[in-house]
């Protein structure tokens, strides 16, 4: 966005922008009613209608900065009465259109068409009328520049319009099924936001620097549960907290608040998870996983001891998987289990367990009981199952290994980057390897990851190539690994229905290690020859999918040949598509001791 404020018509220093796609269908492009590209006579004579607005045709409301035409700011020429000079902002493009920028309040109504007969006879007859939303408006207007102090203060944006905004904000993020809402300022001018749907980020609107600064506070300040924050806000300081909010439907739903200062001094960012809406319980059959993996997981449940965990990045699908896995307990013993979890925070609801949420401390100033004392006295509450939501330090670790040791079955989960790589994160934090190799402690690892799935509108493999439309590399690759003439592969294209991503959902990408199956494995991890056990994994046939190994890997090649997921995705988001056939490649002799029981 950039223009010039002068106050005398002179030639136009930009040029001009365009208007916004109408992205209605995502819940942030609101329609009006009125024609873009009448000439004022006619909107005279719609005006002087009895019903003028019902008259004009709908167009979208400009809600991105960055599509906001570019010239010069010549609002102050028409003379606008004050409590209208934040309604309206008059730009003239260097095609010498005048765009003039109407508030949805005033849009339709007869103070926009007085506008318009206003920047007519200043000059200004070749006009375009366009609905803008008022966060546009105040950019447009310069009034950031008030906002340019690192103190907090509404600044004028008062509090019921903050509280609308987050009303709205969080109504869209539920409607969208978004996982995650990403608010991050820039040159203390504006902030953008994004919501996270289907693991990507979809841009959702622009808010003034002032705006975004009054939201948070509001949201820290008032809204906030006591126990999981620090007295105020600050943008200077890393800060955390949880929210409740109740939506107009009735719908309850937390968020996980987190805001950080970025760069230049004075802006900041802040993400805020998503919990409970948009989170439907699902069963173990539902997951995404394969129907082996199934009976293996359900098998892992079984039986009154062992660690089970579940390991991933972070939105990696680990508490879809947890919240079944209880949800299956529970079916399987009923009330004769107890099962306590404790989590931070408690993002599904598990009826029959009993789920403590940690709170969240950023400072001294609270005092507050941590994951670890929560797990202490889960220990002495005679539970049958103890589900610890993440193991993050070296305190929790010892915990749960102390957990495991005592004969309890025990959950978790834990950030690694492959299910082998849970036993070289777990010694980080301080377990020893020889308690992690003992036949029986550990019962089962899991890793996933979500892979974005396909929209119908997904475009089959040959067409999409014969549009240059897969990068050549992609395609030498997925010819390794699959059969171009029987595979139902498919590419991203994109339509209206899905916005133009290409995308419908995501789909569980997983692999199992079960070590009871596999003791040349704890063998070699016992010996600190990890690699050798990987690849010595990779070869196994246990739990093998479609022959090409037991890997996350292999489970996603396996959705692509199905045409549930697009060959890139998995490359982004898994790993390379010929990863594990060039391990299965090489000689057997090249992983020494992998090839035979070590001594």
């Given amino acids: ?129 366009q609905p803008t939303h008022i966060e546009i408006l105040k950019l447009v207007q310069g009034s950031h520049d008030a906002g340019r102090s690192n103190g907090i203060s509404m600044h004028g944006a008062d509090a019921t319009s903050v509280e609308k905004l987050a009303a709205v904000l969080f109504a869209a993020a539920v409607e969208m099924a978004a996982s995650d809402i990403h608010i991050e300022t820039r040159e203390l001018k504006h902030a953008d936001i994004f919501l996270r749907v289907h693991g990507e980020r979809v841009f959702y609107r622009h808010i003034a620097y002032t705006t975004a600064k009054a939201l948070m506070t509001s949201l820290y300040a008032a809204h906030a549960d006591v126990g999981s924050k620090d007295t105020t806000w600050d943008l200077l300081r890393p800060k955390e907290a949880l929210i409740d909010h109740t939506l107009t439907s009735g719908i309850k739903i937390g968020l996980r608040f987190c805001s950080t200062p970025i760069h230049p001094s004075g802006n900041f960012q802040a993400v805020m998870r998503v919990l409970g809406a948009s989170k439907k319980a699902l069963g173990l059959d539902q997951v995404g996983l394969t129907g082996e993996q199934v009976a293996v997981l359900k098998n892992m449940l079984i039986g009154a001891k062992g660690l089970v965990l579940l390991v991933g990045p972070t939105n990696g699908g680990k508490s879809t998987m947890m919240q079944a896995m209880m949800r299956y307990i529970l079916e399987r013993r009923g009330q004769t289990t107890k099962i306590i979890m404790i989590e931070d925070p408690v993002e599904y609801e598990v009826p029959g367990a009993t789920q403590t949420s940690v709170p969240r401390k950023t400072s001294g100033e609270v005092e507050g009981a941590s994951m670890a004392d929560f797990l202490r006295a889960a220990l002495r509450q005679d539970p049958d199952v103890v589900c610890v939501g993440e193991i993050r330090d070296a305190e929790v670790a010892d915990l749960v290994k102390d957990a495991t040791l005592s004969g309890r079955k025990t959950t978790s989960t834990l950030h690694a980057f492959s299910a082998i790589g849970a036993f070289e994160r777990l010694r980080e934090l301080g377990v020893p390897l020889r308690l992690l190799t003992m036949p029986g402690f550990i019962s089962g690892i899991i890793f996933s990851r979500l892979v974005p799935t396909l929209c119908d509108c997904a475009q089959p493999l040959s067409e999409a190539d014969a549009q240059g439309r897969i990068p050549p590399d992609v395609l030498e690759r997925v010819k390794r690994v699959a059969d171009l003439q029987n595979d139902g592969i498919r590419i991203r294209r994109g339509c209206a229905i899905c916005n133009q991503t290409g995308v419908k959902g995501r789909t569980t990408c997983s692999e199992f290690i079960v070590p009871e199956r596999d003791h040349l494995m704890l063998k070699l991890i016992a010996q600190d020859r990890l690699i050798e056990a990987q690849n010595h994994w990779i070869r196994s046939d246990y739990l093998s999918i479609d022959g090409m190994g037991p890997t996350a890997l ?19 988001q898994v790993n390379t598509l010929t990863a594990d056939i060039d391990v299965m490649a090489e000689p057997l002799a090249a992983h020494g001791a992998a090839a035979e029981e070590p001594a």
Avoid at 26 to 45: L, N
Avoid at 113 to 124: I, K, N
Avoid at 557 to 572: A, F, R, V, Y
């Fill in 554 to 572: 292999a489970h996603a090649i396996s959705k692509m040949k199905q045409g549930l997921i697009d060959p890139t995705d998995i490359e982004d």
């Fill in 1 to 129: 966005m950039s223009f010039t404020r002068q106050n005398k018509k002179t030639e136009p220093s930009a040029k001009g922008g365009g208007l916004m796609k109408n992205f209605k269908a995502m819940g942030f492009g609101r329609e009006a009613r009125a024609d873009a590209g009448t000439t004022v006579q006619a909107k005279a004579a719609i005006a002087h209608s009895p019903n003028p607005g019902a008259m004009a045709p709908r167009i979208p409301v400009l809600v991105d900065a960055k599509q906001v035409p570019q010239g010069r700011l010549v609002t102050d020429q028409l003379d606008l009465r004050h409590d209208l000079e934040k309604e309206f902002a008059v730009i003239e493009d260097s095609a010498g259109v005048t765009w003039i920028l109407c508030s949805e309040a005033c849009f339709g109504k007869p103070v926009m068409y007085d506008v318009l007969r206003r920047a007519e006879r200043a000059g200004f007859s070749r006009q375009k009328i």
